[in-house]
DNA sequence: ATGATGAATTCCATTATCCTGAATTTATCT
DNA sequence: AGATAAATTCAGGATAATGGAATTCATCAT
C-alpha cells in the first residue's frame, strides 16, 4: 500500500464555509452555482432563481450553467430546470483524501459490520462538519442524521460527530462549538452545557454513547481515529436499535470498535512525519 | 413521493466525453483542471504537471486551482500537491437525477442484499459508461469492474452494465458498441462478435448473468430498469461467488431482481409524460 | 549543514473575456 | 388558442483573466 504520509493531519486543517468575498473571481461566482444547485430541490432549480440566488444577471448564470453542462457538472432536467449532474458521483469516488482513506478503512468497515450485524459509519471532519465517507449497511433498519454517504451533519450532532468533535485541539474545538451551538439548537437538541459535559466525557473516556434518544429507538457508539499528534481525523461509529445496546453488549462494541479505530490510525500514520506539519492557529484559517 | 415525471428519460441522451473546442471559456478550461485531478495520482498533483496537461501556463492553473480551493472543491495537500477535496461527497449526494433514483432504489438494494446474501449494486448509463450510484455489501467479499459508488465501467462490461447496453435504442446501443469496443479489448476482454451475442441473448431474455469467468470465480447477474417506453435508464445487479450462483439458485435470483426492476421502473415512471420528450437523434448529440 | 536547482507564488501590463441591457425565441398557464 | 413569463441569443463596453518576468520557497545533492 502506498504511504499516506501526513496527509490526512494536514487536511483536518479545515476552510471556513466561504470566506464571503463580495467580489470573487468569476470562476468562484461560477462554482457558488453549484452549491446553489446542490442545495436547492433535487428535480432542479429554474434559471431565473438560480440567478436571483447567485445574485447575477440571467445571461450570466445561463452562460455559466451551459459550461457547467457542457463539461458534465450540470444537466438540465425536463422544463429546462438545471440541476447537478451524475459527474459528480465520478469525482467524489477519486477524491484523493478521501477515497484514501475510504479504501483504508472499508476492510473495518465489513469487519465491523459483519461482527456486529449492525450499520457502521465512516466519517470525517470538513469544516464544521461531519461528513460520511462510507457506511456499511446492517440488517436492522437505522435512522441517522448522516444519512447516506456525503450525508453531513454539524459536528457534536451523533455519535461520530462527537468523538470528532470531543477530540481536536482546544482552540479548534472551541471555535467549532461557538459556531455550531445554533446550528444544533436549530436541529432541536443539546444545550451547551450538556454539549460540553458529553465533550468532556467522551475525550476522558474515548468513546461516546448516544442511547440519549435523540432519535427515538436509535443508539450508537463512536470512537475518534486519531492521527499521530492526537487530532481526530475521521471516527467509526456504530448506529442500531437502542434494545440492541444494552449494558451487556457496548462494552463489547466499543472494545472493538476501538480495536478498528488504531488499527487504521496505524495505517494512516505509517511513520510520524505529520509532526514536520505544525498546526496553524485557527486565528489564520480562513483569514482574508 | 414527489413524481419524477421523465427526468430520468430525458438524462439518458448523454453528452459525448467533451466536445473538445479548443478556445472554450474560461470557466470550462478551469473545471477541466477537476477532471484532471480527478485523473492524476490520489495523493495530488504538482502545479506544473497540472499546467502542463491543461495547456495553460502556470500562473493561470495556480489562480484557479487557489479558487477552486476557495470553494471546496480542491485542496492542497503536503508537498503542496493538488487534489480533489471532501465537497465532491457533499455534493455527490444531493445530485438531482442521481439521488432521486439512488433513493428510489435503496428499498429495493436493502430487501435484494437481505433475501440473497449477496452484494447488490445500482447502475445508471452516463455517455459510454455505467456508474455505480449505490452499493449494499452481503457477506461475502466480491470483486467487481465497478468497484464503489462512483465507479465506472465502460458500457458492456458486466452484468448491469450489459443489461442497460443491451436495452438502448438501437442507434445509441450502436454508437456506444463502436466507441467501446477498443477500451474493452484494452481491459482484455470480449471480441466484438461475443459482444453483440451476448447483447442479443441479454435483450432476448431480459437479464444477464455472468459466469463468464472474466473475473475468477465471480458470477453475477444483472437486470436494466427500463423507462415507458423500454430504454434502459439503470440496472440492478447481483455480484458474488461463481459457486453461489447454481443451476438450482440462479432463476430464483433473476425472477427476484426482476420483480424489484420493474417495481422501481414503476416509481420513476408514474405517467407516461415520457413520450412528451422524444428521443433526438443520436447524431444531434455532442454536434459542433 | 549548505548551496544549487527547480518549483510555487506574486506582480503587472496587455488583451481577451465576461457582463449588462435589449431583443428574440420558447415554454407555460388561463 | 392567446397571453404571459421564462429561457435563450446577441452586441458593445468594461472588467477581469492571462502569461512573461521576478521573487520566494522547497527540495535535492554535495
Redesign the pocket.
Known amino acids: 500500500m502506498k504511504s499516506f504520509s501526513s496527509a490526512f493531519v494536514l487536511d483536518s486543517q479545515n476552510q471556513m464555509p466561504a470566506p464571503d468575498t463580495d467580489?470573487?473571481?468569476?470562476?468562484?461566482?461560477?462554482l457558488k452555482l453549484l452549491r446553489i444547485l446542490s442545495q436547492g430541490d433535487p428535480e432542479g432549480?429554474?434559471?431565473?432563481?438560480?440567478?436571483e440566488t447567485a445574485g447575477?444577471?440571467?445571461?450570466?448564470?445561463?452562460?455559466?450553467?451551459?459550461?457547467l453542462a457542457a463539461e458534465g457538472f450540470a444537466e438540465?432536467a425536463?422544463?429546462?430546470?438545471?440541476r447537478l449532474a451524475l459527474d459528480f458521483y465520478v469525482l467524489a469516488a477519486r477524491a484523493g483524501q478521501a477515497s484514501g482513506l475510504r479504501d483504508a478503512a472499508r476492510p473495518a468497515l465489513l469487519r465491523l459490520s459483519a461482527t456486529l450485524s449492525d450499520t457502521i459509519f465512516l466519517l470525517v471532519r470538513n469544516g464544521f462538519d461531519a461528513v460520511c465517507l462510507d457506511r456499511v449497511e446492517g440488517p436492522f433498519p437505522i435512522r441517522s442524521f448522516t444519512g447516506d454517504i456525503g450525508g453531513k451533519v454539524p459536528l457534536g450532532l451523533g455519535q461520530g460527530s462527537l468523538a470528532i468533535l470531543a477530540n481536536l485541539p482546544e482552540d479548534e474545538q472551541e471555535a467549532v462549538i461557538r459556531f455550531n451551538i445554533p446550528r444544533l439548537l436549530d436541529r432541536g437538541f443539546l444545550d451547551e452545557a450538556s454539549l460540553r459535559s458529553a465533550l468532556a466525557l467522551a475525550r476522558a473516556q474515548g468513546w461516546v454513547n448516544t442511547s440519549t434518544g435523540l432519535i427515538p429507538g436509535m443508539a450508537g457508539v463512536g470512537v475518534p481515529v486519531l492521527d499521530a499528534q492526537g487530532r481526530a481525523v475521521a471516527a467509526l461509529s456504530v448506529g442500531t436499535l437502542a434494545e440492541r445496546l444494552n449494558a451487556d453488549r457496548l462494552p463489547h462494541v466499543v472494545k472493538i470498535l476501538q480495536s478498528e479505530a488504531q488499527a487504521l490510525a496505524g495505517k494512516l500514520n505509517p511513520f510520524d512525519v505529520a509532526l514536520r506539519y505544525p498546526s496553524r492557529s485557527l486565528s489564520t484559517i480562513g483569514g482574508s
Chains 1, 2 share one sequence.
Open positions: 467580489s470573487a473571481s468569476s470562476l468562484r461566482r461560477a432549480l429554474r434559471l431565473k432563481d438560480i440567478a447575477c444577471s440571467q445571461p450570466t448564470a445561463h452562460r455559466m450553467l451551459q459550461d438540465q425536463a422544463g429546462k430546470r438545471y
